[in-house]
């Protein structure tokens, strides 16, 4: 169940998942400074990092190039809503433009994909990302760091949604 009036004045730290992706202009180099602005955010505990990935891009213009995709989860203090603004600071600080056609090339592409269990439903943010267990993209980093991760409304582990993709 979605709550558009999460009350988060109770949160003192969360952990939150960031899917990375690039595919424009050297995306190692893109991915690796977004990574460590990430880590400007995070506060205490440990800071995960996946391995860079490189996948097909899914749905996006005939001939984009290829994405290379990360994971990152961390800890913070920051609302979801104030976290997902400054996410979209950080795309946009890249090149990436305010206004853009659906799933274009990009420099840099930051999804919030979960903070601890918190459920959220607002028109510019939803929690955890509906589509995290639908992208082979985003569950085989996010595996690598948190295999046994099951967040609200979901049936399985993180693992076993990769499991149960692969095998379509």
Not at 94 to 99: A, D, Q, V
Request: with cysteine.
């Amino acid at each position: 169940m979605c709550s558009d009036c999460a009350d988060f004045t109770s949160i003192k730290t969360m952990r939150a998942g960031i899917a990375l992706g690039s595919n424009l202009g050297d995306r190692n180099a893109i991915l690796t400074e977004a990574i460590g602005h990430l880590r400007d955010f995070h506060e205490e505990g440990e800071f995960l990092v996946s391995g860079l990935h490189e996948t097909w891009p899914m749905n996006c213009p005939p001939g984009s190039p290829l994405f290379l995709n990360a994971v990152v989860e961390l800890e913070t203090s920051l609302e979801p809503l104030i976290f997902f603004r400054h996410l979209q600071s950080l795309e946009m600080a890249s090149g990436r433009p305010e206004y853009r056609g659906i799933n274009e090339p990009r420099t840099l592409d930051l999804d919030l994909l979960y903070c601890d269990g918190i459920t959220l439903c607002l028109p510019e943010l939803e929690l955890p990302h509906p589509r995290i267990t639908e992208r082979s993209f985003v569950l085989v980093p996010l595996a690598e760091i948190r295999p046994d991760l099951q967040l609200p409304g979901w049936s399985y582990t993180c693992q076993d949604y990769l499991l149960h993709i692969g095998t379509k």
